[in-house]
């Protein structure tokens, strides 16, 4: 199968010259997580930005300080398999699509769940492909301590637990931006500078204010935010269904419960598609 027969060719896209302030309201009204980024009025490819890009890098205002530049791409004409190889050996989540470097589409991981992984017959369990080591955080927990949680363990969703340790509700960095703000904060730097001498040496102090832009989030707590129904599944889910619940349900991940429905794992499209070359 070529990699054309699942593209999506009306590509939403950011432009340089640009402000970041722009790609970051795009990303928090379409609930996308990157954008190509191309040249205006040329549509020539020259890089991507994410949501982990942006929330990382608040104090920036330009898109071309904060993009990864020169994206790894591929053809209309590559085949699906040579598509998801580069995605597994690069670990990234989006390939753009490119003709003499012109931006002609894009595949995601979750257009290879949605249009070919859940069509094929792979039943074996998916404990295979799980992650085992996710973040976990109360319920209760502020929106702004679960972020820092899932931020120190460079994980873009963290599973949220109930009074009891069962699983309710999982956070994604789509709830984070949803719940976010970039906001000015004004940081006070000063130091003394004096001479060597006797005790009636003047000193003086010299201060610096500097002008940081920081992300503020809500006062609500991770279960005011999260889905009130969550979809899960066993390790011993087949690749099939789980790939059917990905599609069904448009989410990326899906957390694995065990029987006391306590997350033992997760599950992510990034993570599942390494069954169509293993």
Not at 49 to 67: C, H, S
Not at 183 to 194: L, N
Not at 264 to 274: E, F, K, P
Request: aromatic share 6%; proline share 4%; glycine share 4%.
């Amino acid at each position: 199968m070529e990699i054309r027969e699942i593209m999506i060719e009306d590509v939403q896209s950011g432009s340089v010259p640009g402000a970041v302030h722009g790609i970051y309201e795009k990303l928090r009204d379409t609930r996308l997580s990157g954008l190509p980024i191309v040249k205006k009025q040329t549509n020539e490819l020259v890089g991507v930005i994410t949501r982990t890009d942006l929330i990382k890098n608040p104090d920036e205002e330009q898109v071309a300080m904060v993009m990864t530049r020169n994206p790894i791409t591929a053809s209309p004409e590559e085949d699906i398999k040579s598509v998801v190889q580069k995605m597994i050996n690069n670990n990234i989540r989006r390939i753009p699509i490119t003709i003499d470097n012109e931006l002609v589409g894009i595949v995601t991981s979750a257009d290879i769940i949605n249009k070919a992984l859940w069509k094929t017959n792979n039943i074996e369990p998916i404990e295979k492909y799980m992650i085992r080591s996710v973040p976990t955080v109360w319920d209760k927990t502020p929106i702004s301590v679960a972020y820092s949680i899932s931020r120190y363990f460079n994980f873009k969703s963290i599973v949220t637990v109930n009074d009891e340790g069962k699983a309710s509700g999982i956070l994604t960095e789509t709830d984070f931006i949803a719940e976010s703000r970039v906001a000015q904060e004004q940081v006070v730097k000063s130091s003394s500078i004096g001479t060597e001498g006797d005790k009636w040496t003047w000193n003086s102090e010299s201060v610096m204010y500097i002008i940081k832009n920081i992300l503020k989030f809500s006062d609500k707590e991770a279960r005011d935010v999260m889905n009130d129904k969550l979809i899960t599944v066993t390790r011993k889910t087949s690749v099939k269904e789980c790939a059917n619940i990905l599609r069904q349900y448009n989410i990326e991940q899906v957390p694995v419960l065990n029987m006391s429905h306590e997350p033992i794992g997760l599950v992510r499209s990034s993570d599942l598609m390494r069954a169509m070359i293993e």
